[in-house]
């Protein structure tokens, strides 16, 4: 089975702190996605990326940046973390069947106080 | 109107019954549909899906999509308590590798035992 770590499963950080939330998936899959879920809100797509450098936001870029140097490796910055930017934050990749279909990660609880 | 609609619930079942979960969309171009699990703070994994109209069927479970009424249903025959969870629907354009997939918000089920 392909697995989708995610390098924290908690993480409590300040206003104002730069925040890096690492995604790594240990077979050679091109596309992969964050997400960041809210109550009441679902899955809203943050950034994906199709392969190795390229990047594409989606609908809720604002606020964070994206960095994919290796395929295996995607990673989501917030610049300058606000309150607002509390959430559940989820990696996905694509597998390579016809459907699209995704596969997550067990997700990252960020607060940010 | 929003793409994808989910009924948020929350549904509460007796353990053995038959449980009902739904979608409707509004873009008919959709024709790839996937029914998501996701235990409380875990991440969604993917539970069951199907191309286009017509019925899938999984153990407990059956995917039924039906494009002419844009809906597309989740049943689950004897229903456990380990079935407690949120449901969410999902769905894309077109396969292959480009796709995203438009996320219906989730509707949480709980089985009593």
């Known amino acids: 089975d392909v697995k989708v770590t995610q390098s924290s499963r908690y993480l409590v950080k300040r206003t104002g702190e730069k925040v890096f939330l690492e995604c790594v998936q240990d077979?050679?899959?091109?596309?992969m996605f964050w997400y960041r879920q809210d109550p009441g809100l679902g899955l809203r797509l943050i950034y994906f990326?199709?392969?190795?450098?390229?990047?594409e936001k989606g609908d809720i870029p604002e606020g964070y940046s994206v960095s994919r140097e290796k395929k295996e490796r995607f990673s989501l910055i917030l610049e300058s973390a606000s309150t607002n930017q509390t959430s559940m934050y989820l990696c996905?990749?694509?597998?390579?069947?016809?459907?699209?279909?995704?596969?997550f990660g067990p997700g990252t609880r960020l607060t940010v106080l | 109107q929003k793409e994808v609609e989910q009924d948020p619930g929350p549904l509460s079942v007796p353990e053995g019954a038959i449980v009902s979960l739904n979608c409707t969309y509004s873009?008919?171009?959709?024709?790839?549909f996937m029914w998501y699990r996701q235990y409380s703070r875990k991440g969604p994994e993917l539970l069951m899906y199907t191309y286009s109209s017509g019925n899938k069927e999984d153990g407990r479970f059956t995917a039924q999509v039906d494009k002419s009424s844009k809906y597309i249903s989740l049943f689950i025959r004897d229903s456990q308590p380990s079935d407690s969870a949120t449901y969410l629907c999902a769905m894309s354009d077109y396969g292959g590798s480009q796709g995203n997939l438009i996320f219906g918000k989730g509707t949480k089920l709980s089985v009593k035992p």
């Open positions: 077979m050679d899959h091109e596309n």
């Open positions: 873009n008919s171009a959709f024709q790839y």
């Open positions: 996905a990749y694509a597998g390579q069947g016809r459907y699209n279909e995704q596969f």
């Open positions: 990326s199709y392969d190795v450098k390229m990047k």
